[in-house]
């Protein structure tokens, strides 16, 4: 096993204990850091395998969320029968908002995005067809039932969320391996040595929106679970500086490092409480001294390595 696979499972391995090390107040943490990370983890796929300046992220985020919520609440339907639709109408809004602006590059692609996150929260807001629940938001969201048993307890919920967790690291491990997964990084790289490959550019980034906003509705079913409640402030353009800021911190395809983007940025913060406002300025010294000393990220994806067996071959070869 490599040193990542090897972190990775010790990784796993402590999360998988995590309830039984912590009080409840931690495991409440522990919870929206394990969601946090899924979310991370899917703007990675737009962001840091395809590329795309998404700063509009939360906005799927907020869908799946706000499925559940108005689903379960005024539509009476279980929390497991709106697990679909959370991921479903994401999806379909992703392709539908990124269709008309796919082919933008950079600050272009990055204005549009946010124009589309900022109308979001205010269609959350201003309580559309009386469903959203205006500025206050959806409360009474029921609890997760499973073969009549209810699952109530944050401990519950946590397992909810680290299944989810892996469950999304499984699918982005098959995704580098796939396909798929070359054609995002070629159009990472370069959009027009990918295109003169044969790589069809729009399909790739549609289904780079399409995958994202999967997962990250599903992180939005198991946060309104969580707090049994939704509301648009949890969504607005400043949670999708958050995790445009993970990937960019933690480090671009990279699994370890969209980890420790999301400790740095949700967990550390979280340690300086009792500092009030100023912890926002050792958070602030603490990302400009990353993006100075570390670029790249914290822990950036290495690639090009040539094979072992290739360099064996080549000292064959002379």
């Not at 939360?58 to 706000?66: D, L, Q, S, V």
């Not at 994806?301 to 067996?309: E, S, T, V, W």
Request: contains cysteine; proline residues 3%; aromatic residues 16%.
């Amino acid at each position: 096993m490599n040193r990542t696979t090897i972190i990775a499972t010790l990784f796993l391995v402590v999360m998988a204990v995590f309830p039984f090390l912590v009080d409840s107040a931690w495991l409440s943490i522990g919870i929206t850091f394990l969601v946090f990370a899924v979310v991370a983890f899917s703007q990675d796929i737009i962001l840091g395998r395809a590329g795309i300046f998404n700063m509009g992220h939360a906005i799927f985020f907020g869908m799946g969320a706000y499925t559940t919520a108005i689903l379960n609440v005024h539509f009476g339907l279980e929390i497991i029968e709106t697990i679909p639709f959370a991921i479903l109408v994401p999806v379909v809004f992703s392709v539908l908002l990124a269709g008309p602006i796919i082919h933008l590059r950079g600050d272009y692609l990055l204005v549009a995005t946010i124009g589309f996150n900022i109308i979001f929260e205010q269609v959350l807001s201003n309580d559309v067809f009386g469903l959203t629940g205006g500025p206050n938001g959806i409360f009474g969201i029921d609890f997760f039932r499973v073969f009549g048993y209810e699952l109530t307890s944050d401990t519950a919920v946590y397992y909810i969320a680290f299944s989810l967790l892996i469950v999304t690291l499984l699918i982005i491990r098959n995704l580098d391996t796939s396909r798929y997964g070359r054609a995002l990084y070629y159009i990472n790289k370069n959009e027009i040595a990918a295109k003169s490959m044969g790589i069809n550019i729009s399909y790739y980034k549609l289904f780079a929106f399409a995958l994202g906003a999967a997962i990250a509705g599903a992180a939005g079913c198991v946060f309104a679970i969580q707090y049994s409640a939704v509301s648009p402030e949890s969504f607005n353009f400043m949670q999708s500086v958050m995790f445009f800021a993970i990937v960019l911190v933690g480090g671009s395809a990279s699994l370890p490092g969209i980890i420790i983007g999301t400790f740095v940025m949700f967990v550390l913060p979280e340690l300086f409480t009792e500092f009030k406002e100023s912890r926002y300025l050792i958070f602030g010294a603490a990302m400009v001294l990353t993006m100075i000393l570390r670029p790249n990220g914290v822990w950036p994806a290495i690639y090009g390595n040539i094979p072992k067996f290739l360099k064996k071959k080549a000292r064959e070869a002379k």
